[in-house]
């Protein structure tokens, strides 16, 4: 079993940075992949960045590739998004997610665990 909390979110002017926060429970933590999707108003949740559960590998969305890096640190069972170059079109609840043995995949139906979210808004 594991759970997930976010943290980090808040209120950036475009062009700035956050980094959100993934906090795990459970001892079996390196054991999966995590991911960051996430979701506007009247929009379907979207893919945003995964790393495997060995770390080799990451996947990022076509829009955020450049700007957004995603990482993990298993000794504090924690997993980071760091967000540069943020645009309000970035303006979403960001969701982490966690899928045993995972490789990063782009879907949601992959993910066993998920989190409660935390709020990111970009201003022009």
């Known amino acids: 079993q594991v759970q997930l909390v976010e943290s980090g979110g808040g209120l950036v002017q475009a062009g700035g940075s956050l980094r959100l926060s993934c906090a795990a429970s459970?001892?079996?933590?390196?054991?999966?992949?995590m991911a960051w999707f996430r979701q506007a108003p009247g929009e379907e949740r979207k893919f945003v960045a995964a790393?495997?559960?060995?770390?080799?590998?990451?996947n990022y969305a076509d829009s955020v590739k450049g700007r957004f890096t995603i990482s993990r640190d298993n000794a504090k069972n924690t997993v980071y998004l760091q967000m540069n170059s943020l645009k309000p079109e970035d303006t979403a609840v960001y969701v982490c997610?966690?899928?045993?043995?995972?490789?990063?995949?782009?879907?949601?139906?992959?993910?066993?665990?998920w989190g409660q979210g935390t709020q990111v808004t970009v201003s022009s």
């Open positions: 459970g001892r079996t933590f390196s054991n999966y992949a």
């Open positions: 997610a966690a899928d045993v043995y995972g490789s990063g995949d782009r879907r949601v139906s992959k993910y066993e665990y």
């Open positions: 790393i495997s559960w060995t770390g080799a590998r990451t």
